[in-house]
């Protein structure tokens, strides 16, 4: 179980270009298109196995059958994207993720494309945060290849994400039982810990210096 990427979300991809613009001084390189979910995406290298997303609701997408993953049909309606984009949460990579969890009323397991990717992702079905974005959605890029090595790097590097909730002690034992590994590459920028109330805190190094955003909790 690795960190496969951070997740921000969007009132639009422009707001996000603007956002990532005028905090880090670079352009984010387009993804594509989630036809299930009706949302598109930015994404970004930031670190060997990590990328970077910035997700928004696609205006030219049919509206899905079902919730928008990421809390962004909840979050547009209660404008909380309005001024800016916000820090959402994490997704851990997790191998045979059909074997590995089971759906139940509060989880789904999808077949997701984006052009010629395919992956499965467990998430809460309701589209909502687990545990404030402390607890990761779940991906499994098909024949286990994450496209982060296709992707474009601008010049930004995962200093640390920190990860804090009241309940770490148990988050971090659940992480251990699906195989989380703290020495892992791509688990050694992230730093779990304990606190009054769920928060994460992303630190990049960018073209504009170091930057420091709070966020989860939504």
């Not at 960190?3 to 005028?22: K, R």
């Not at 020495?183 to 992303?202: F, H, I, M, Q």
């Amino acid at each position: 179980m690795k960190l496969d990427h951070i997740a921000f979300v969007a009132q639009t991809l422009e707001q996000a270009q603007a956002y990532a613009a005028q905090r880090f001084g670079v352009a984010l390189p387009a993804g594509g298109k989630h036809p299930l979910m009706g949302t598109h995406n930015l994404v970004t290298r930031i670190a060997p196995g990590v990328f970077l997303e910035f997700i928004a609701i696609d205006p030219e997408a049919a509206s899905p059958n079902r919730t928008r993953w990421f809390a962004l049909d909840r979050l547009t309606r209660e404008g909380t994207l309005e001024e800016a984009p916000r820090l959402f949460g994490w997704v851990a990579s997790l191998p045979d993720l059909a074997r590995n969890t089971s759906e139940s009323p509060q989880h789904e397991l999808l077949e997701v494309t984006r052009g010629d990717l395919r992956w499965h992702f467990f998430h809460r079905s309701d589209g909502e945060a687990e545990a404030g974005g402390c607890w990761p959605a779940l991906i499994d890029w098909a024949s286990g290849q994450s496209p982060v090595d296709r992707m474009q790097d601008v010049g930004l590097r995962l200093n640390q994400f920190q990860i804090a909730h009241p309940e770490m002690q148990a988050i971090r034992a659940k992480l251990q039982g699906l195989g989380w590994d703290a020495s892992e590459p791509e688990n050694r920028s992230v730093k779990l810990t304990d606190a009054a109330r769920p928060g994460l805190t992303l630190v990049l190094d960018t073209p504009n210096g170091r930057v420091q955003i709070e966020g989860g909790g939504l």
